[in-house]
């Protein structure tokens, strides 16, 4: 299973520096143990999206709007491989 999976992110539209954001995201996540509780991956989003502002990295949107709906509790990591992407 991928961040991408458990985030329910389509990364076929992406920009090239938008999947190398994805790419750098998949790194980091697996860096500090695969975390799939939505508080920690809110926070990993956030740091990526941090580490992308330094280095003039473009990142997806929907990282943006994945740190927002994990905060609210409206959106929950998919851990079912069949249900995800």
Known sequence: MSLAMILRIDS??????????????????????????????AGLLCSVIHDCHASVLEFPPVFSARVRVLRRGIFWPSLDSDTAM
């Open 12 to 41: 076929g539209c992406f920009s090239t520096e938008e999947t190398l954001a994805m790419q750098f995201a998949e790194r980091r996540w697996v860096e500090v143990g695969k975390p799939t509780n939505r508080c920690r991956l």
